[in-house]
């Protein structure tokens, strides 16, 4: 069996467990640079030299201008956008105007004592077939957050080798090696929503998904995905950053990529449901259930789809004791007989009634699926959806509601692509992505 790697789930408990665990603050430098610049040598030897030796995840964004081989690049408006004019300034963590790189180490050793206010996880697949990456992030609020969050998918390069002009204090070279050189603003330069429209509570988990077409003028072999989350402000460099992480865009295939797992609880039963946005070799799932969290057994099989590069969804029905705490998970078994676990996912069916907004089912859906949700106590309950511009779409439901679990059927007259359902009661909200498939 292979242990050294969990399948990568996405479930509302997983998301808690993340953040608990959570990532310190990977400061972000975006600096203007240009191999013409005498002076530009000085600030990479401060950014290698200096910065990282003591910021090792620090996250850099070269920005390339002026009479460069790596300028322009699409989405380079940044530039502009971010206030740059002199060669080379810096600014860090969107929180101050672009400023000389003498000042850098002193505004990281700031930076390093501030909380982030949320964690993230980022993917990146690659399809050499296609030349295509699928990225998709995932991030967690830890504090409640009021506003517009956006995300910027950006494509960095290593290992370009060209001539680099230098000065006396800071001598260049024919053979200057440029790292983390900005070559896409991905999803263009401001990048995309990722939370607003209602409070992002603590634990939330937040969504966003891209599917991108590999340039011919890079290698793949030497890039990165930087993804970086910040408050939408204007002036743009006072928008802080909320967190920031940088990934390999040349990840290794998942063979099952097990995209979430959870439950409904109705009529005394339990009903899981898992969907994969691609299997590999897959034989299939057996289910396992345990009272303890610690001791499984198996409970059920369901066949997989072998290998597939569609989303599937998969539900299992278990009917158990009530008034306990049960622990579910899922054994992916490969035709060859190797074997993955996912997380582990708590079910809690005593009976009490309590706030939560279930995963959709099924999800990618084609016009109709089920939203799940249950309240504890009479409240004035919205269910909203919203597009991935975060414009509201519909509002299912907007009344009071008495406590209890209610399914909602929601037939969409939409165009094909990711959705937000969120739930809110009061001052507490829940949000789930969905995707609607035609």
Known sequence: MRNTRKLFIVLALFFLSVSSNAQDRNIVLEYITGSWCSYCACAADTIYNKILPEFPDAVILAYHGGPDPYSPFPGDSIKQILGFTGYPTGIIDRVTSPEQDDSWYQKFAERAGYEPTCDMQVNSKYNIAEKKLHISVTAWARVELIGSYYVNLVLLEDSLVSPQTGSDDCPGSDTWVHNNVVRDMING???????CCSAWMPGVPRYYDYTYNIPDN????????????????????????????VVSADSPPTPVELTSFSFDIGNGNILLHWVTASETNNYGFEIQKSEDGNTFKKVGFIEGKGTT????????????????????????????????????LTVNISGEKSFRLSQNYPNPFNPSTVIPFSIAERSFVTLKIFNA?????????????????????????LPAGIYYTCLSVEERSETIKMILLK
């Open 309 to 344: 590069a569609e989303f599937s969804n998969y539900s299992f029905t278990d009917s158990p004791a009530n008034g306990k705490v049960l622990y579910y998970r899922l054994k992916q078994i490969d035709f060859d007989g190797k074997a993955e676990l996912s997380d582990i």
């Open 218 to 245: 890079v290698n793949i072999e030497n890039c990165k995905i930087a993804a970086v989350i910040y408050e939408y402000m204007v002036p743009l460099n006072k928008a802080q950053v909320q967190q920031a992480d």
């Open 389 to 413: 511009l975060g414009e509201l779409v519909a509002a299912p439901v907007g009344d009071f509601l008495e406590a209890g679990i209610y399914r909602i059927t929601y037939n969409a007259d």
């Open 189 to 195: 330069a401001y990048g995309d929503v990722i939370a």
